[in-house]
C-alpha cells in the first residue's frame, strides 16, 4: 500500500513539474534514437551526459534515466544541436515530440562533449560550434572555422546583419517588438543568428556526410530581457514566443534535412539557471585533525578497475611463466632434452 501511494505522489510530482517547470524537448532525433514517452526528470547537470549518449560515446557515470532507450551499437547521429533559452520554462511545441521535466538547473557546457569529439576523431574534420550571443562567448573547432567564417558572432557585428537585406526584421512580422529597443534588438539578433546557422549549414552539406559526427551549442538570452523590461504578461513577450518557437522549429528542420534525420536536435528551456553548487574549503590541519565522519575511503580514479587488471593478470601470467620454466630447466636430461649436447655429441664421435 505504502509503495503505491509513494509511485503516485511520484509520478503526480513528476506531471506537476513538467507541467509548471523547466523542460527539456527532443524537437528531432532518427529512428535509432529512441526517447520514451512520459514526464521523467532529468537533472540539468546530466544534459552533457544524454548529449553524449544520443551521440554514441560513453560517460563516466551511468546515466539512471529511463528517458532514453538503448540505441543501436552500429548507427549513431551525424550531429547533435542543443539549443539553451533562457527567460522561459517552457514553449508551445506540437503535443507529439518528446518533451520532460528539467530538474535542477544548474548551468552546463558540452564542453566534455566536445573534447570527446576532438579525441575520438582528431583525424577527421567534425564541425564543433559553442555560441552565446547575448555574452559573446564563442568556441569553435575543426571545420567550423571554416563553415561559420561569415557568421557574425559579436552583438556590433549581428546589429550590423540586422540592418541588412534578407535580415529577420524584413522578413518576421514584429507587431508589438520595436526595432528601437535594445532588449528587442538583442532576442531579434539572437534570432537571427538560428537563420544564419541554418543558411551557411546549407550551403556547407558536403561536410554532413563525413565519419566525424557535428556539435552544435547555443544559449540565447533574449527572451529572458524581453521578461526583465516587459514582465510575462505583455504582448511584446508573447510575440517574442511566437518568433522564437517558430524559428527553432525552422532549425530544427534545417539542420535535420542537411544531416539526411540523422540528427538530434534539443531544447532546454529554462527561466532562470540557479547558482552552481560551491564547496567550502577547509584547511590540512582542520582535515586531519577531524577525520571523516564515517571514516570512508577515497573515491578512485575512474581507470582504477582497467589499470588494476591490466597490472594483476600480467603478473599473474608471468609467475606461472617463471614456474614453468624453472619446472622444465630442472627437469631436463641434457642427454635427450640439450640440442646442444646432441649436436657436440655428434661432432665428437666424427672426430
Not at 26 to 31: E, W
Not at 157 to 166: H, Y
Not at 256 to 273: H, I, L, M
Request: hydrophobic letters at 45%.
Amino acid at each position: 500500500m505504502n509503495q503505491i501511494i509513494t509511485s503516485t505522489v511520484f509520478a503526480f510530482v513528476s506531471l506537476l513539474s513538467g507541467v509548471l517547470g523547466d523542460s527539456l524537448t527532443v524537437l528531432r532525433s532518427p529512428s535509432y534514437v529512441t526517447f520514451q514517452d512520459g514526464q521523467w526528470p532529468i537533472s540539468g547537470e546530466k544534459v552533457p551526459d544524454l548529449v553524449s549518449l544520443t551521440m554514441g560515446f560513453s560517460v563516466r557515470e551511468d546515466l539512471d534515466w529511463p528517458g532514453l532507450a538503448a540505441g543501436s551499437l552500429f548507427q549513431r547521429p551525424r550531429a547533435n544541436a542543443l539549443i539553451v533559452v533562457r527567460g522561459v520554462d517552457t514553449l508551445d511545441f506540437p503535443k507529439n515530440i518528446s518533451s520532460y521535466p528539467l530538474e535542477n538547473p544548474v548551468p552546463f557546457t558540452l564542453d566534455s562533449v566536445a573534447n570527446t569529439v576532438h579525441t575520438l576523431f582528431a583525424d577527421s574534420t567534425p564541425v564543433v560550434l559553442q555560441l552565446a550571443p547575448s555574452e559573446e562567448r564563442l568556441y569553435m573547432m575543426g571545420m567550423a572555422n571554416t563553415v561559420f567564417e561569415d557568421l557574425p558572432v559579436t552583438l556590433q557585428q549581428i546589429r550590423g546583419r540586422l540592418s541588412q537585406d534578407g535580415s529577420v526584421l524584413t522578413s518576421l512580422p514584429l507587431i508589438s517588438l520595436s526595432r528601437n529597443n535594445e532588449a528587442d534588438l538583442l532576442f531579434l539578433s539572437e534570432v537571427q543568428v538560428l537563420y544564419d546557422i541554418s543558411a551557411l549549414l546549407q550551403k556547407h552539406k558536403h561536410l554532413a556526410k563525413d565519419p566525424a559526427p557535428d556539435l552544435y551549442s547555443l544559449e540565447l538570452a533574449g527572451l529572458e530581457e524581453i521578461v526583465r523590461r516587459y514582465g510575462p504578461d505583455s504582448p511584446q513577450f508573447a510575440d517574442a514566443i511566437r518568433i522564437l518557437t517558430s524559428a527553432l522549429q525552422k532549425f530544427a528542420d534545417d539542420v535535420a534535412n542537411v544531416y539526411s534525420n540523422n540528427a538530434v536536435v534539443e531544447v532546454v528551456t529554462v527561466k532562470t539557471f540557479e547558482a552552481p553548487l560551491t564547496r567550502k574549503s577547509r584547511s590540512i590541519l582542520q582535515i586531519s585533525n577531524q577525520g571523516s565522519l564515517y571514516n570512508l575511503a577515497y573515491k578512485y580514479d575512474y581507470d582504477y578497475a582497467v589499470v588494476f587488471n591490466i597490472v594483476l593478470w600480467l603478473m599473474i601470467v608471468l609467475a606461472l611463466a617463471v614456474i614453468v620454466i624453472s619446472y622444465n630447466l630442472w627437469n631436463m636430461d641434457p642427454g635427450y632434452d640439450s640440442i646442444i649436447y646432441r649436436m657436440t655429441n655428434q661432432k665428437i664421435r666424427l672426430d
